[in-house]
């Protein structure tokens, strides 16, 4: 199913592709899904997750983008240069609008990660993210999980949307 698929008035948790994705205009779906969610059509909620890898994959991409970072390994290249972290300021300005556009912030409760997380892991085998994700997605009692990640799919106890409509730019 598509992000076009979410109906108006469900609760939505995001996966930090989708935002990325979005943000990068690589889906006008997962563009449009923002909207809906500023609009109040649904209500979106970012896990602590998700909140804190998409601020750290914005920051990376800004150094990117300013010639700051090159190349393999952008997070330890980045870590040896405190002086350029210091001047980045886009990306904290990027996710002040997600929090203004009225997307939710939903803290990690020891259970989430302790108890939840690790039942999903052994019985799905994510990654510790992706399985914090969907404990804090089915303690919320989340209508829909919205990631292009194809993993979520196997998942029976959520309704998985994803964008279809990715246009990524061609490998080198």
Not at 10 to 21: E, P
């Amino acid at each position: 199913m598509s992000l076009d698929d979410i109906p108006n008035g469900s609760l939505c948790v995001l996966d930090t592709n989708v935002l990325l994705y979005a943000e990068q205009g690589s889906s006008a779906q997962a563009q449009r899904l923002l909207r809906r969610i500023e609009k109040r059509e649904l209500l979106g909620v970012l896990p602590q997750p998700v909140w804190q890898e998409l601020t750290h994959k914005l920051m990376l991409i800004e150094a990117q983008v300013l010639g700051q970072i090159t190349g393999g390994n952008p997070s330890r290249q980045l870590a040896g240069k405190p002086d350029v972290v210091k001047r980045l300021t886009a990306y904290r300005e990027k996710v002040q609008a997600l929090l203004t556009m009225g997307l939710g912030f939903e803290a990690c409760t020891r259970s989430d990660l302790t108890e939840d997380a690790f039942q999903i892991q052994e019985h799905h085998g994510f990654l510790t993210n992706d399985s914090i994700i969907l404990a804090i997605a089915l303690r919320l009692g989340a209508d829909a999980l919205a990631s292009a990640d194809g993993r979520f799919r196997a998942i029976k106890e959520i309704k998985v949307y994803a964008p279809t409509d990715l246009k990524l730019p061609a490998a080198p």
